[in-house]
């Protein structure tokens, strides 16, 4: 007799277990009569007129504040500019988008006439292709900062003196 309810118990904390972190679907689940048939209810979604083209989700303004980074669509307009340059391949103009000292690969990078100089072997072929190939709804975020491509390049935001502007910065950049 008491294995039978041992493995009721068992059995009824199992299907409770499983009910649970099963029910992400909106299924209502029955709380008194356990035979009563379970009833689903789907959400239907048009179809029409889907907007593939935020970058900003609508309902998280503050996607990037874990970095410091609160006005998410200035830091996207600064992203899109950056990558605008690399591919033009304005080494004076990104280099006005560089936090000093920079760190790459086993260099540090004291100015902007120094970075510069090394642009070609700080900014390699493939540092340049992830910076351009990034989707930016699909950047990574952390407190470290944002990281585009898969780490070959780390952006942050910097306060300047007692300016309470936000500057967002390539903080370091890694080459693969």
Do not use: H
Request: hydrophobic share 35%; charged share 25%.
């Amino acid at each position: 007799m008491k294995k039978k309810v041992l493995a009721f118990l068992l059995i009824s904390i199992c299907a409770t277990t499983i009910s649970a972190c099963s029910n992400k679907n909106g299924t209502v689940i029955p709380t008194k009569d356990t035979t009563t048939k379970i009833e689903e209810t789907t959400e239907t979604k048009p179809t029409e007129n889907i907007e593939t083209k935020p970058t900003v989700n609508e309902s998280d303004p503050s996607k990037y504040s874990v970095a410091g980074i609160d006005d998410a669509a200035e830091f996207e307009r600064v992203f899109k500019t950056i990558q605008s340059l690399v591919a033009k391949g304005e080494k004076e103009k990104v280099a006005e988008y560089i936090r000093y000292p920079l760190t790459s690969a086993n260099i540090t990078v004291k100015s902007k006439e120094e970075f510069i100089k090394n642009y070609d072997s700080i900014i390699t072929e493939k540092v340049k292709t992830a910076l351009i190939n990034q989707k930016v709804e699909e950047l990574f975020v952390n407190y470290k900062g944002v990281m585009a491509g898969a780490g070959e390049v780390w952006f942050t935001v910097v306060f300047e003196g007692n300016s309470n502007t936000p500057k967002y910065l390539i903080q370091a950049v890694n080459q693969p």
